[in-house]
């Protein structure tokens, strides 16, 4: 899940971006109101944590642009503004939940996740077969045996189980998964992809992760990803 982090103060933006990608989500930052408008208007984003004292525009006009062209993605105000009629005419201008600075970046984390379980129409536990995906817990299983994975192994099956039987592009994993634009060279989601077969599929009858020859991967179970694109 990618989430946009719009913040003028480098040290605060850097903090959260580092704990955000520990927690398995891309993030883009924007140190102003221009450019998060932008980005919103060129990136479809998961979430957004918005700075109310921005140097350009103020966050809540910010906020009142991106909800005008009616984008919809949960926004999570993250403000040193604590008094109530701050909270009161964010809410009412469409932010989905307000924390005041200083905060503890587990609760910004927990506030995170129940923001993206409630604008995330797609269910919370995911399953192909006899493998399972838990969102909320973040834990897979396949034969009901633990499966471990590091926060990018996660994110990319996580990706792939919300989209079973679609062939994935290297560029669309990398742009969902990492921040940052697929250049052609790098070998990151092959390297990655070997990893999570090593861990879901290698002692299993049953394959699940298939290669689509010049286009990327799919995960799927064998009989209906040869009837769509051939278990290559």
């Known amino acids: 899940m990618r989430i946009l982090v719009v913040e003028d103060e480098k040290r605060i933006a850097d903090f959260l971006s580092r704990g955000l990608e520990s927690a398995g989500y891309a993030v883009d930052i924007a140190p102003d109101g221009h450019t998060a408008v932008n980005l919103t208007r060129d990136t479809s984003y998961d979430l957004l944590i918005l700075d ?36 009161v005419k964010g809410l009412e201008l469409g932010a989905d939940d307000y924390l005041v600075k200083p905060f503890a ?27 399972i995906l838990d969102c909320l817990r973040r834990k897979v299983t396949r034969g009901g045996q633990g499966v471990e994975l590091a926060p990018k192994e996660f994110s990319i099956l996580e990706y792939m189980m919300r989209n079973p039987g679609r062939p994935l592009s290297r560029t ?61």
């Not at 970046?105 to 493998?131: C, I, K």
């Open 52 to 87: 109310l004292g921005l140097p350009d525009l103020d966050g809540l006009e910010v906020l009142e642009k991106i909800r005008n062209r009616k984008l919809s993605p949960p926004v999570l105000i993250l403000s040193a503004r604590n008094a109530v009629d701050d909270r």
């Open 105 to 131: 970046f587990v609760e910004l984390l927990a506030r995170v996740r129940a923001l993206l379980r409630r604008g995330q129409p797609t269910p919370e536990r995911l399953q192909v077969g006899d493998l």
């Open 172 to 232: 669309m994993i990398v742009e969902h998964v990492w921040d940052m634009d697929y250049d052609g060279l790098t070998n990151i989601v092959d390297v990655y992809i070997r990893h999570l077969r090593s861990k879901i599929d290698d002692g299993w009858p049953t394959r699940l992760i298939h290669t689509v020859r010049g286009i990327g991967y799919m995960l799927d179970l064998p009989e209906r990803a040869v009837e769509r694109v051939g278990d290559r």
